[in-house]
């Protein structure tokens, strides 16, 4: 690891699909993620070379000292393009897939949970294929927003792309504000400590 990306910000990257049509979906949890923790630090999303909405941020604040420096992003591409913005971001930024969070979608975790984990497989979601085509390497962090299944026999990828229901959108303040506190405990405290408080039954 080189000097600079030691001291290279956390990149946090919410994945979604650009515009109104797709802003309600549960593929675009990941861009509410990023929204909410927006919200948390007062800190609007402006427009960055890297095609990707950003703002610079301090990661929450542990013990009453300034968090972890972090840039919070949405790519301005299509979810399957993902990874052209990510990898334009990091090299601004100087950051390594060290320091890379993506927060996503996750249809193999339970509605309304929240999971982190570390490289594997991309569980045949585009945006990830996307980002680890970019990169080279899938080793980098994810914080994966439970969808759940979808009903019957429904298709995936029209249960991704349609809005959550009325009773989902009820809970999702709730899912929004695990989903961002596991950012802010990664980027804290590492991955380990983030793993066992939202792996626990709670």
């Not at 948390?40 to 301090?58: I, T």
């Not at 060290?98 to 991309?122: F, N, S």
Request: glycine share 14%; net charge positive.
């Amino acid at each position: 690891m080189t000097g600079s990306q030691v001291s290279a910000p956390w990149i946090v990257v919410g994945l979604g699909n650009p515009g109104d049509r797709y802003a309600g979906n549960r593929h675009n949890i990941g861009a509410m993620v990023v929204a909410e923790l927006a919200s948390r630090y007062a800190s609007p999303l402006r427009a960055h070379k890297a095609r990707c909405s950003a703002a610079q941020v301090r990661l929450g604040m542990p013990a009453g000292r300034p968090g972890p420096a972090g840039v919070i992003a949405v790519p301005h591409s299509y979810m399957n393009e993902s990874g052209g913005p990510v990898k334009a971001l990091m090299g601004f930024y100087g950051a390594g897939p060290d320091r890379l969070v993506v927060i996503h979608d996750e249809l193999d975790i339970e509605a309304g949970a929240v999971r982190l984990k570390l490289g594997g497989g991309e569980g045949g979601h585009n945006g990830l294929r996307s980002i680890s085509r970019a990169l080279g390497t899938r080793e980098y962090a994810r914080v994966r927003v439970g969808i759940g299944r979808p009903p019957g026999r429904m298709d995936a990828a029209d249960f991704v792309l349609r809005d959550f229901s009325s009773t989902e959108r009820a809970e999702l303040p709730f899912l929004l504000g695990d989903a961002a506190d596991a950012v802010e405990l990664l980027a804290q405290e590492g991955l380990l400590t983030a793993q066992q408080r939202f792996h626990s039954p709670r």
